[in-house]
């Protein structure tokens, strides 16, 4: 079992909808960080959570230590959203999900 | 903000060779950096982890003698493929921190063929 599991693997929504990409965690952490991934292999930190919610622009994430799960949510999605996102966590060491492929349509 | 240069994009070595890929922080001191390996469709892999003046630390699995990351100071770490084989052939991407910043910042990676 991985120590980070994301849900969907794969995601294909309309340009302008909401979008959510959840994660879940087996370990304990100290930081738990949301990762863009566009085609060419290059990756932007979007956020870093140790509790809360963070919100930048469209991106949303969320985090709820107790139960152990992050969302990120893009709202009003548009095609260049279209990445794969990565949920990674650290505590001891750095654990990564095997990442949402997301498809925004025009 | 926090800038990572990583060089090359991409390069194509013999088997046999070695590869040396920089990972540069611009405008922070990077006191600890990260380097990570994606094959195709598949999330990344955390390597090794080095510090500044100080030897790295490999996750398990990683050999150390093939893949050396040196860290000589704040702004550079490089990790060099010694002997190169097809299966070596990857994504590389490293990442910083500083002690200052809350985030990670992550270089634009590096792909490895090796023919």
């Known amino acids: 079992k991985n120590e980070v599991e994301q849900s969907p693997q794969n995601l294909t929504a309309q340009e302008g909808e909401f979008i959510t990409i959840n994660c879940s965690y087996s370990v304990g952490i100290s930081a738990l960080h949301w990762l863009q991934q566009h085609p060419g292999g290059g990756i932007v930190s979007l956020f870093m959570l140790s509790s809360g919610k963070k919100k930048h622009g469209r991106l949303i994430a969320t985090i709820n230590i107790q139960e152990k799960h992050s969302s990120l949510h893009i709202t009003a999605s548009h095609p260049r959203d279209s990445a794969v996102y990565i949920c990674a966590v650290t505590g001891n060491q750095f654990y990564f999900g095997t990442g949402t492929s997301l498809t925004v349509i025009p | 903000g926090a800038v990572v240069s990583q060089h090359p994009s991409w390069v194509i070595c013999k088997s046999g060779t070695s590869v040396k890929i920089e990972c540069r922080s611009l405008?922070?001191?990077?006191?600890?950096m990260f380097w990570y390996r994606q094959f195709p469709k598949q999330s990344l892999m955390l390597m090794a982890t080095s510090n500044e003046g100080s030897k790295a630390t490999y996750e398990q699995g990683v050999e150390k003698d093939k893949f050396l990351i040196n860290h000589a100071s704040l702004t550079l770490s490089t990790l060099t493929v010694t002997s190169a084989h097809p299966e070596d052939s990857s994504f590389y991407i490293c990442?910083?921190?500083?002690?200052?910043?809350?985030?990670?910042?992550f270089g634009s990676g590096t792909r490895l063929t090796v023919v």
């Open positions: 990442s910083a921190r500083a002690d200052r910043l809350w985030g990670y910042t």
């Open positions: 405008d922070f001191q990077a006191t600890t």
